[in-house]
């Protein structure tokens, strides 16, 4: 792969979790807070950052775990865990940015 078609990969990908992260915040906010699928971990003693970790730790243990072996479940590929770990990551990026700003430039 040479790098046009590295970063055409990686357009790809960037529409493709965009598209996803519209779908999923559909599924998972709650009026107007976009974290509210994350926050609900506080009700559990745990923080939003934490609530984020769990979830990317999780990934990264399937990741680990397909490292080694092909996926049972064909709809869990590398691939597609992958995609979902750099959502979560810039969920998070987001998140912080929002909580950290004055509540203002998301």
């Known amino acids: 792969m040479n790098q046009l078609e590295l970063i055409a990969k990686l357009e790809e990908f960037s ?6 992260a519209r779908s999923k915040n559909s599924d998972y906010a709650k009026g107007d807070d976009a974290f509210a699928n994350f926050r609900s971990v506080e009700r559990h003693g745990l923080s939003v950052g934490q609530g984020f970790m769990v979830r990317m730790e999780d990934k990264m243990s399937r990741l680990g775990n397909l490292l080694q072996k092909p996926a049972a479940v064909k709809a869990e590929t590398l691939k597609d865990t992958a995609l979902d770990l750099a959502n979560y990551a810039m969920l998070l990026a987001a998140w912080w940015e929002y909580e950290h700003s004055g509540r203002g430039t998301l």
């Open 15 to 20: 529409l493709y979790n965009l598209e996803v």
